[in-house]
């Protein structure tokens, strides 16, 4: 296990895969979590921010990071470390993100992993499961689950931290549970008081509390009725440790609660558990198999120890309801369900049982389970590395056309785009919508080489493209044709025809804001095809969902494609373009009809 470690460590390592080099580990979401420590003690200006579309917000009273500050309390003492060392470089960068400070981070979440796998093995063997289903378990959760990827290669990600934290608060509760002293549950206290700060829905940790005690559940909590000085002791470690994201959040804006995740929240009606679980884009049980057993023996644990099977199932529940209900349920691009990495330790623990007390035929089975399950996550795993898997888009198509290949010509071969549109809890209006079959001149559909062609998908004319054509047919929706300071959702469909499979590949899909003078205030591109042809002489449906930010008053809404390389040679023939906005907070009544009823959620 630990030569495999190494091999993921030093072979792909974020400085193999681009020139960002070791600050490739702080990105995206790690750039919120580690930008609360470089704020405070690098550019003392925390509250004074400046902007980062990826975490920072104005307010009328200061500069506010979206992100809760557990992540950053947990990197606290590696940065630290890194730091010190940097300062002592006279040639390291003193902006945080030099060699040292990424990499005391990278040390950190490995120590990170071991202790939680440590703290999880004393957790299992205090519950009597023998050493070698305890193995077992321990390299399912690091061969065979993207708990590896997170510490390896993103641990600026609150995942890893979150892991430890929760392993910890079991092996701390286990512990209390069985009388080893009343501190042990004053840092169950700190530690739930942390799983709350990295991640506040994270509080439902609370229901693996009598997965841990089992039947003396009611007399733990007798003893905590008859303790109320170890109670309080409890509650008030784990409130201070709380209470440092209203201190963040007052010195940030002067008021005591802010929300961060502005323009993003929960559909509580509408949970994408099947999409969640097994979905092909982020499903659990389609990327992490070896995860099934853990399901499974929650039922199976009913007959042996119905408290552990009961509060197991709700852990499920509880967690899964939660995880479906986030606007965008697949929590954007990454490998797997990444959502579930911090619940493993209490996941895997009906799983554990279920191993224990297993005939020796039945074990048997589940090893050679597990090994095809480990081995397939793993081939997944660099498939995902090598840019075959997409990393965002996935669906049924594109996984069987992908399943098990590993040659350079399905390197970057997927396309397309069907993201979820902006979180709208009052809905979307219909603000724009335009079709055209090419046989008339349109409104916002201009530009292109239309001609007459046999092979028309409907009537005589199409858009051609070919070694002449660099662009084609435009979406322009000028200012005034949508609103502004509301966030936009387009969609776009057409036909697509290749004479031979193909011949489309190196196109690429882009949507736009652009000012009168050309500027460019966003951009998004993207291959057009999903996948490679299948078959020549073939007319194709494409399909396209792009959220897009607030636009200005005086911006364009563009969409087009570029046949970059002028060697693609295709046609194009009937294409719509549906503009759609997120309504205000204070709605007056919906502009055409509200989205839900046009396309479903999730599709």
């Known amino acids: 296990m630990l030569v495999v470690v190494a091999v993921t460590v030093h072979g792909w390592r974020p400085a193999a895969d681009g020139t960002g080099g070791w600050t490739e580990l702080i990105r995206s979401d790690a750039m919120g979590y580690y930008g609360h420590l470089t704020a405070l003690f690098i ?6 921010e400046p902007f980062a579309p990826e975490y920072v917000q104005y307010t009328p009273t200061g500069t506010l990071n979206k992100y809760f500050c557990g992540t950053a309390v947990m990197m606290a003492p590696w940065f630290a470390v890194g730091h010190g060392l940097a300062l002592l470089d006279p040639e390291a960068p003193r902006d945080g993100f030099s060699e040292y400070e990424m990499k005391a981070l990278s040390i950190g979440a490995w120590v990170y992993l071991f202790v939680a796998l440590l703290a999880l093995r004393s957790v299992l063997r205090g519950m009597g499961v023998r050493d070698g289903v305890v193995a077992w378990v321990v390299a399912v959760l690091v061969l065979g689950t993207p708990l590896l990827q997170y510490t390896a290669l993103q641990p600026g990600w609150s995942h890893i931290h979150s892991f430890v934290c929760i392993s910890l608060f079991l092996l701390a509760v286990q512990r209390f549970v069985y009388e080893r002293g009343d501190g042990w549950a004053v840092a169950a206290g700190v530690l739930l008081g942390l799983i709350v700060l990295i991640r506040p829905v994270n509080g439902l940790v ?3 509390v009598p997965i841990v005690a089992g039947d003396l559940t009611l007399s733990l909590l007798a003893r905590l009725l008859r303790r109320p000085w170890t109670t309080l002791a409890t509650l ?5 440790v709380v209470a440092l994201q209203p201190l963040v959040w007052h010195a940030q804006t002067g008021h005591w609660f802010e929300w961060g995740y502005r323009n993003e929240g929960f559909y509580w009606d509408r949970p994408m558990v099947g999409e969640v679980l097994f979905g092909i884009r982020r499903g659990l049980f389609v990327w992490t198999p070896a995860l099934l057993p853990a399901l499974i023996a929650v039922p199976l644990l009913w007959r042996r120890d119905r408290v552990r099977a009961v509060f197991a199932g709700l852990y499920w529940a509880a967690n899964t309801y939660v995880i479906a209900c986030w606007w965008i349920w697949y929590y954007g691009s990454g490998f797997g369900s990444r959502v579930y990495i911090e619940h493993y330790p209490v996941l895997v623990l009906p799983m554990a049982l279920l191993f224990h007390r297993a005939a020796p035929m039945a074990w048997r089975w589940l090893r050679l389970f597990l090994m095809l399950c480990i081995a397939l996550h793993l081939a997944q795993y660099v498939q995902y590395r090598m840019r075959i898997l997409h990393d965002e888009d996935m669906d049924q198509e594109k996984y069987a056309r992908a399943f098990l290949r590993f040659g350079p010509e399905h390197r970057d071969a997927q396309g397309g785009m069907m993201r979820e549109a902006p979180y709208h809890p ?3 209006d219909v603000v724009l919508t335009e079709s055209t079959d090419l046989e008339r001149p349109s409104r916002y559909w201009t530009g292109g080489d239309i001609r007459h062609h046999r092979n028309a998908f409907s009537g005589e004319r199409v858009c051609a493209y070919d070694d002449s054509t660099e662009f084609g047919i435009t979406f322009r ?3 005034g044709s949508f609103p502004t300071d509301r966030e936009l959702f387009l969609q776009v469909d057409l036909q697509r025809f290749e004479a031979k499979a193909g011949d489309a590949m190196g196109v690429l899909a882009v949507a736009e804001l652009a000012r009168p003078d050309s500027t460019i205030t966003f951009y998004q591109s993207f291959r057009m095809e999903p996948v490679r042809g299948l078959q020549d002489s073939t007319w194709r449906a494409l399909s396209f969902r792009i959220p897009v930010p607030a636009a ?9 494609l570029w046949n970059k390389d002028r060697r693609a040679r295709f046609l194009i023939d009937d294409v719509m373009a549906r503009v759609s906005a997120v309504r205000p907070w204070k709605h007056a009544g919906p502009v055409d009809r509200p989205i ?7 599709h």
């Open 477 to 479: 929706a000028p200012p």
């Open 552 to 560: 200005k008053g005086d911006e364009e809404l563009r969409f087009y």
């Open 426 to 428: 009052h809905g979307m």
């Open 596 to 602: 839900d009823e046009a396309t479903p959620r999730g």
């Open 206 to 208: 609370l229901l693996a």
């Open 236 to 240: 008030l470690a784990g409130a201070a």
């Open 43 to 48: 550019r003392h200006d925390l509250g004074h």
